[in-house]
């Protein structure tokens, strides 16, 4: 039988109406990456280098906590919700009753190949929704490991994986799901949102951007430093919500670029392709691109390459032009331009070029600009004094706004996202207020009256 269809017959069947059995399907996923947690590791591990303790606290764990966050409330979340009446429907008791969808494609990028793949279908089934996958063709091995749990834990006509490239997402995407929930480049999501309209099938788009990093004058300047050069080197730099460039008070800026090659150097020492805890560039083709941004740049620390082994190391370039092409597009890699400001205007001239970024970060000691920078321009989410850490609680939202996406998941988040709120009303019959019944000849100081009911 053909997928969808498969998987139609199996929502039908009404089994994931049953909130026991989403539970049972999500414990076994659970025990089954548990069992795998070294696998997995090795597999991202052979797809691009990813540091093994980048792959437990940003694919396996990030993906129990899930598991662990949509299995604690899952009943609770399910249950109608009881929501204030009013008058217009005086007597009556209102509920939001949350359903499932239906089934839900997934379609996932390379960079956290098993978080991006995993942590969506996570949330569809907690809401009740059947799901197929698309990993990424870029990581090989770490798709083939999920299609395999995939195959272990669950029914086909549940959840399916199936691998690929272009072509058969570009299939995928001609069907007509209920929800299409799709991670990567803002370029693609330009065609999965054509794509999903065919069907009026709605989507969660989780983008890309700029994302700037503000550093104030008054900070600790080795803290922020360290915690910037941390987020930078996350996955290579290969990670949607890095700081994609920074923005230092230019009073400071020649300490804060001592500061960063200081803690850069600490980390992954003199010679940065010798350290074990800085991830590959996944193809030839990122590598070559990001490459290319470096021509012509005043390079102040690193620059450094390795062709045969796609390995950038960290790079710190000096103000270049907003015109030049790494000011131009997303970066996704560890190259940090820096730019120096000197007042609110400069900050503000510089982010109103791009469209909305998906983060945005300030260091400061002062809570104003703190502020300022927070409210003052369109983004996903940030962090103020860190970097990146806006996604390990999955009490946030997260997701993009504008080109940088459309929705958002995690905890909560994700069990809404995934279920249709159906709002219901139940009547009452004890009484029948005649007020809106024709023949519509209510006094005009009743009628009045009537207005402020609504
Ligand atoms: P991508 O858009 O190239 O690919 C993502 C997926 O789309 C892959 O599974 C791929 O097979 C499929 N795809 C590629 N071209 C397609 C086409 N023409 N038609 C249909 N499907 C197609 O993205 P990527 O390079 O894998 O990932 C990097 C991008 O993802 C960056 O822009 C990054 O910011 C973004 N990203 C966003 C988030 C987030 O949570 N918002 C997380 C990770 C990455």
């Not at 209920?178 to 999903?196: K, W």
């Amino acid at each position: 039988m053909e997928l969808l269809e498969r998987q139609k017959a199996f929502f039908l069947a009404e089994h994931t109406r049953d909130f026991s059995f989403r539970k049972k399907a999500l414990r076994r996923l659970k025990k089954e990456i548990i069992a795998r947690e070294d696998a997995i590791a090795d597999a991202i591990y052979a797809d691009f280098k990813k540091p093994r303790f980048e792959t437990f606290i940003a694919e396996t764990q990030f993906v129990l906590a899930e598991i662990n966050v949509q299995l604690n409330n899952l009943d609770f979340w399910a249950k109608p919700e009881k929501v204030a009446g009013n008058w217009a429907n005086f007597p009556s008791k209102n509920y939001i009753y949350r359903e499932p969808l239906g089934q839900v494609l997934v379609i996932a990028p390379w960079n956290y190949p098993f978080q991006l793949t995993m942590a969506p279908m996570i949330g569809a089934l907690a809401a009740g929704n059947t799901v197929v996958v698309k990993p990424s063709e870029l990581t090989p091995n770490t798709s083939s490991i999920v299609a395999e749990i995939i195959e272990n834990v669950f029914d086909p006509g549940h959840v399916t994986a199936v691998q690929g490239g272009i072509e058969v997402s570009q299939e995928l995407l001609s069907k007509p799901w209920n929800h299409i929930f799709f991670t990567g480049s803002t370029q693609v999501g330009r065609i999965v949102y054509q794509s999903a309209a065919k069907h009026l099938t709605p989507v969660t788009l989780e983008l890309g951007g700029k994302n700037p990093c503000v550093v104030d004058k008054n900070v600790d300047v080795n803290l922020a430093a360290k915690r910037i050069v941390w987020g930078k080197a996350l996955n290579a730099g290969q990670t949607c919500i890095a700081p994609d460039y920074l923005l230092v008070h230019q009073s400071i800026k020649d300490k804060f670029v001592a500061a960063l090659i200081r803690n850069i150097q600490k980390s992954y020492g003199e010679n940065q392709s010798a350290s074990k805890d800085l991830a590959r560039i996944v193809s030839q083709k990122h590598y070559k691109r990001l490459r290319s941004f470096l021509e012509g740049q005043q390079i102040l620390y690193g620059g450094n390459s390795v062709d045969e082994d796609f390995f950038i190391g960290l790079t710190l370039l000096d103000e270049p032009s907003l015109e030049s092409p790494i000011m131009q597009e997303e970066i996704f890699g560890p190259i940090l331009p820096i730019l120096s400001y000197s007042n609110e205007a400069d900050i503000a001239q510089i982010i109103g070029r791009y469209e909305k970024p998906l983060a945005a970060y300030v260091f400061s000691g002062k809570r104003a600009f703190q502020k300022w920078c927070m409210t003052q321009f369109g983004f996903g989410g940030g962090v103020i004094n860190d970097s990146v850490l806006q996604i390990a609680n999955k009490n946030l939202p997260f997701g993009g706004v504008g080109h940088s996406g459309i929705g958002a998941y995690h905890g909560k988040a994700s069990f809404d996202l995934f279920s249709h709120k159906k709002g219901i009303v139940k009547r009452g019959n004890w009484i029948d207020p005649p007020l809106r019944y024709a023949p519509y000849n209510l006094p005009d100081r009743i009628a009045k009256w009537v207005k402020h009911l609504f």
